[in-house]
């Protein structure tokens, strides 16, 4: 199974700060990587696939790099309502695999 | 608009079964791969199960391989999980999951809808 090792577990960073989250892959995923937000008590929502590709109605605050085995997800200026846990996911090969997820936190 | 909507989920005693089932509307049923993903309380997001579009292939993770099934009926736009052998650890909100990926052997590219989940608990 590939295993997606994501970093920080947890964040905390002053309204309107640019935040950034890794995930890095146990091997090469080309650019088979979600990036999913968690609000508490919902269902977890795509916000950007395939590394760089934002999901229609995300807002352009969101982004994502990175190919191979390293890739990285950023909030450009976060806002109140980015709290949330972020997961990456693997889609090159089955299991469909989850990073252990990031809850990020205003300071 | 996509809707998913669960159900079937409750308390079980170990060893028991339990069907979960998810009705679909708003998109073509029959062209898509669905998803199980589940969240045991408190934990992250586990992959279970995906059965694809047109051809109707099924895969697993390994943790629940040989003791759940998944199946679909496309008349009835509904995709369902039959748990048997259910153990304390596959306690947790099964949530059924669109992915965008269309027809064919695609088994996934992204799990783009997701319902608002069925909680399973096992338990004595």
């Known amino acids: 199974d590939i295993q997606m090792t994501q970093s920080p577990s947890s964040l905390s960073a002053p309204e309107g700060d640019r935040v950034t989250i890794t995930c890095q892959a146990s091997?090469?995923?080309?650019?088979?990587v979600n990036w999913y937000q968690q609000k508490p008590g919902k269902a977890p929502k795509l916000l950007i696939y395939?590394?760089?590709k934002l999901e229609s109605g995300v807002p352009s605050r969101f982004s994502g790099s990175g190919s191979g085995t390293s890739f990285s997800f950023s909030i450009s200026s976060l806002q109140p309502e980015d709290v949330a846990i972020y997961y990456c996911?693997?889609?090159?090969?089955?299991?469909?695999?989850f990073g252990g997820g990031t809850n990020v936190e205003i300071k | 608009e996509v809707q998913l909507l669960e159900s079937g989920g409750g308390l079980v005693q170990p060893g028991g079964s339990l069907r979960l089932s998810c009705e679909a509307s708003?998109?073509?049923?029959?062209?898509?791969?669905m998803s199980w993903v589940r969240q045991a309380p408190g934990k992250g997001l586990e992959w279970v199960s995906v059965?694809?579009?047109?051809?109707?292939?099924?895969y697993y993770a390994g943790s629940v391989r040989g003791r759940f099934t998944i199946s679909r009926d496309n008349s009835n736009n509904t995709v369902s999980l039959l748990m048997k052998g259910l153990r304390a650890d596959d306690t947790a909100r099964y949530y059924c999951?669109?992915?965008?990926?269309?027809?064919?052997?695609?088994?996934?590219?992204?799990?783009?809808?997701w319902g608002q989940g069925t909680v399973v608990t096992v338990s004595a």
């Open positions: 395939d590394v760089v």
């Open positions: 996911q693997q889609y090159s090969s089955l299991p469909l695999t």
């Open positions: 999951v669109k992915d965008g990926c269309l027809g064919g052997a695609c088994y996934s590219e992204r799990l783009d809808h």
């Open positions: 059965i694809t579009g047109t051809s109707g292939a099924t």
């Open positions: 091997e090469h995923i080309f650019e088979y």
């Open positions: 708003g998109f073509i049923f029959s062209n898509y791969a």
